[in-house]
């Protein structure tokens, strides 16, 4: 199954959701599950006309218009999130997946994810319950907010930083690496764009909405109280330049 968060993406939804219907094609099946808000640049047309149209795997569009010019803070991506999830969670028509891919709906799809880096990934899926990307962002890792491991598990409180995530920020960075390819990186929790779930281990679970961590950190918290062992693989590039 593919999921992603969107909103006002039609630069680069159309051409993503048709490299994934190729990716599709290493599978048994697949399905997409598209959580949207507030989209004023024709993404909710173009998702309505998806679900309509698509005879050859099923789409789900969930979500909720808030009237909202952007989207207000952390707890608020998480709340958006849970749509997804509560679909993928308490839909008879999803038991029968095995795996939950949740992509980032802005990156280019020449930048995207080779079929080689999710072959990789789906050959070792005795390894893993969680796999993030090797995201990278102008040498530097994609979407720092979402990683923690053994040496940096400080969460972001506001109350903690009284300058704003500006001055958690330099901490983050400073703990991350760039990784090249090479064996699984084990983590606390990890996003880089794009992460596979075993469907199984995200039973009855949900991003926690009260919080300004990153919405994907509450979620990787609750997989590991499970037992669920999370890893970065570096051979699952996604480029993220622009």
């Not at 796999?131 to 409180?157: C, L, S, T």
Request: with cysteine.
């Amino acid at each position: 199954m593919f999921a992603a968060l969107v909103r006002d993406n039609m630069e680069h939804l159309p051409g993503l959701v048709n490299l994934l219907v190729e990716r599709g094609q290493l599978f048994e099946d697949f399905a997409f599950v598209f959580s949207e808000n507030d989209s004023s640049d024709g993404t909710k047309a173009y998702l309505n006309q998806l679900c309509r149209n698509s005879s050859r795997f099923p789409v789900a569009c969930v979500g909720e218009n808030f009237n909202l010019q952007k989207r207000p803070s952390i707890s608020f991506l998480a709340q958006m999130r849970n749509f997804y999830l509560r679909e993928i969670n308490t839909q008879p028509m999803y038991e029968d997946y095995d795996y939950v891919l949740v992509f980032d709906a802005d990156f280019k799809k020449e930048r995207f994810l080779t079929s080689e880096g999710l072959t990789d990934s789906f050959s070792r899926t005795q390894e893993w319950d969680v796999i993030a990307a090797n995201g990278e962002h102008f040498g530097k890792m994609w979407d720092a907010f979402a990683f923690r491991n053994e040496k940096f598990d400080m969460p972001y409180r506001p109350e903690d930083f009284p300058d704003g995530i500006a001055s958690y920020w330099p901490t983050i960075l400073n703990i991350q690496g760039k990784y090249e390819d090479g064996p699984l990186i084990p983590v606390h929790s990890a996003f880089g764009g794009l992460a596979i779930y075993h469907k199984n281990i995200l039973q009855g679970l949900y991003h926690n909405t009260s919080s300004e961590d990153c919405e994907h950190v509450s979620l990787h918290a609750q997989i590991q109280a499970r037992g669920g062992r999370i890893f970065i693989n570096p051979n699952m590039r996604l480029i993220y330049d622009d």
